[in-house]
């Protein structure tokens, strides 16, 4: 512990408080010690420490790959959130439609959501890619880059018809490895990991026994105007 003067020393004149300021004390963790020169302030000898004797600097720290499932749970929980968002703002009256091309319409929603969804992505994943339907794409040569659509379905959502999604993926290296799509009008979304399969909600999605996708067709029904 530090040395504390008794009530003896500090009746003292200043020439017996001054001999007690010489003395060794204990400085920072109470380990090492630093000389406090008479009439020196307390923080004066703290700077003289420290300039003495550095603090070490932090070690940069090592970010690993993201994994697979990390991804997915940040697909799912994106696409949900901004799968919602859009469901409540539908629900408030007509939207503002407007045409990139001859069938291919586009509504102010498509593009607020894509910017959430843009900035979204950065913050979380700052070195990641970007490729959006409404956008410029970014980045599209780095390790992992993200695949967007902020809404599927753009016709149906306009015509506040069923169904519409917002689908988003993680690709590294080309290779797909993580993905999600919220769907309305169940309110459901999908989310697809490498090597972990797929699932609906917390629902298991499987084939049947004896399936083949390379054999069997895939039917998919939906709605447009």
């Not at 959502?157 to 490895?177: E, Y």
Request: aromatic share 4%; net charge positive.
């Amino acid at each position: 512990d530090r040395a504390t003067p008794d009530v003896s020393t500090r009746r003292a004149g200043p020439p017996a408080q001054a001999a007690v300021r010489t003395d060794m004390r204990l400085a920072v963790s109470g380990m090492r010690r630093t000389f406090i020169a008479p009439g020196a302030s307390r923080r004066c000898a703290c700077r003289a420490y420290h300039r003495a004797v550095p603090r070490p600097k932090p070690k940069p720290v090592r970010r690993s790959r993201p994994s697979a499932v990390d991804l997915a749970a940040f697909a799912e929980r994106l696409a949900t959130r901004i799968g919602r968002q859009l469901a409540r703002a539908r629900s408030g009256g007509p939207v503002l439609r407007m045409t990139k091309a001859v069938g291919d319409p586009v509504t102010a929603l498509d593009l607020e959501a894509e910017q959430h969804l843009r900035a979204a992505i950065a913050k979380a994943w700052p070195t990641h890619g970007f490729v959006g339907e409404e956008t410029d794409a970014a980045g599209v040569d780095r390790e992992y880059v993200w695949i967007v659509d902020p809404i599927d379905g753009t016709a149906n959502f306009a015509a506040d018809l069923m169904p519409w999604g917002v689908a988003v993926a993680c690709v590294a290296r080309g290779a797909p490895i993580a993905a999600a799509v919220f769907a309305m009008p169940r309110g459901e979304t999908t989310v697809a990991c490498a090597g972990h399969g797929a699932r609906v909600g917390a629902e298991r999605i499987r084939l049947r026994d004896g399936a083949r996708l390379d054999a069997d067709s895939l039917l998919l029904s939906l709605i447009h105007i």
